[in-house]
């Protein structure tokens, strides 16, 4: 398949998407005094679509992250989730951190358990959802275990649990397995899509990685350099599921995607070093 003939999207407008949008970004503006992050961002989400975004280093991948999960408020534009207008910290987001969110002084069990407990959800409802999502991600056996009992893949299966448990609408995912050795990043993303097929939500996942965002992502959206970082193009995935992260790579349609999008970010990149200078 020639690089020229791989689809590509300007997302100026809200993406149109096949199934109904969950999360809905239009002309956000995230400014902090003087500096603009972001301007004028429309993106859409379908529910169950798997969206990576990539862009220079301080772009603003992760404001429009921290907007979406309501940690953030828009300077100018709106975001809603299932149509409804976010506004503080949203219960129906969960969010996948880069760094360990675990607290050290709890076990695996507790650590899983945390967000029903907030919730209000008894303690025995608690320990036995707890327990299923552990065993889920492989972690049976481990639930008395504290975090530095635990390797860095183990920590990030306990996150993945203590994230999905509360069956968010909407997850968020910061650079994930950013920290992770290759191999064992490689086997957390295929453990990441087998749970997400299983019950498929909306996820926007932002990463460095552009192999990561192909072979995770069904569309893959590219922002500018920054200051006032805007959407540049979506790409397309067009590559079957279920798929396994590292044969995915072997397949041609992956490395003329993969060409016509870094065609694309290069440029931002070099962007973004040139202002550093």
């Not at 409802?125 to 889920?136: C, F, I, Q, S």
């Not at 397995?177 to 299983?198: K, Y």
Request: with cysteine; proline share 4%.
């Amino acid at each position: 398949m020639a690089v020229a003939s791989v689809a590509r999207i300007r997302e100026e407008a809200p993406m149109p998407i096949q199934s109904r949008p969950m999360v809905s970004v239009h002309d956000v503006t995230m400014s902090f005094g003087d500096f603009t992050a972001v301007r004028d961002v429309n993106i859409e989400v379908g529910d169950g679509e798997f969206l990576a975004i990539v862009g220079p280093t301080g772009c603003g991948k992760s404001t429009i992250l921290n907007a979406v999960a309501g940690l953030l408020k828009p300077t100018k534009g709106g975001i809603r989730i299932d149509d409804k207008a976010v506004s503080g910290v949203q219960d129906s987001v969960g969010y996948l951190f880069q760094q360990d969110a675990l607290l050290p002084w709890k076990t695996a069990l507790q650590n899983v358990e945390l967000g029903l407990r907030f919730r209000g959800v008894g303690s025995d409802e608690r320990e036995k959802r707890a327990r299923d999502w552990l065993t889920k991600v492989g972690l049976k056996g481990f639930e008395h275990r504290y975090p530095h009992q635990l390797s860095g893949g183990q920590r990030k299966r306990v996150q993945m649990a203590q994230a999905l448990i509360v069956e968010p609408k909407v997850m968020l995912m910061d650079e994930p397995f950013s920290a992770l050795d290759i191999h064992t990043r490689h086997l957390m993303q295929n453990e990441l899509l087998r749970l997400w097929q299983e019950d498929r939500r909306a996820v926007i996942l932002i990463t460095h990685d552009l192999e990561e965002a192909i072979a995770l992502g069904d569309r893959v959206v590219v922002l500018s350099s920054g200051p006032s970082s805007r959407v540049v193009e979506s790409f397309p995935v067009n590559l079957e599921r279920p798929r396994n992260v590292a044969e995915i790579k072997l397949d041609q349609r992956f490395t003329d995607l993969y060409r016509d999008i870094w065609a694309c970010l290069r440029g931002e990149v070099e962007k973004s070093y040139a202002r550093q200078d």
